[in-house]
């Protein structure tokens, strides 16, 4: 059993910059590939970026590409979102993600462990 933690949201102008971190419990996260999700009330999940176990492998939604970047530590003990030109539109949950086997996928289907989630607020 993993454990995953994210932190890092919080309230921010639109334009701002916020970055948030998963760490797991229980075994390296470097052993998984790692996806963020995000919901807004009202909506689906929502795939944002992914990394595979490796760092090697990267994948991030339309709406986010230049804007969010997924990386791993130089330990693998944390994965990163840096989000930077924040909308409004980006306002949800933010979920952390690992997968036991496999390389990261678009799919919340495929991921075995989560997160509890991080609220990000982006004001007008």
């Known amino acids: 059993q993993v454990q995953l933690v994210e932190s890092g949201g919080g309230l921010v102008q639109a334009g701002g910059s916020l970055r948030l971190s998963c760490a797991a419990s229980?075994?390296?996260?470097?052993?998984?590939?790692v996806g963020w999700f995000r919901q807004a009330p009202g909506k689906e999940r929502e795939f944002v970026a992914a990394?595979?176990?490796?760092?090697?492998?990267?994948g991030y939604a339309d709406s986010v590409k230049g804007r969010f970047t997924i990386y791993r530590d130089n330990a693998k003990t944390t994965v990163h979102l840096q989000m930077n030109s924040l909308r409004p539109e980006d306002t949800a949950v933010y979920y952390c993600a690992a997968r036991a086997f496999g390389g990261w996928t678009f799919s919340w289907h495929n991921y075995n462990y989560w997160g509890q989630g991080t609220q990000v607020t982006v004001s007008s």
């Open positions: 229980g075994r390296t996260i470097g052993d998984y590939s």
């Open positions: 990394i595979s176990s490796s760092g090697a492998s990267t």
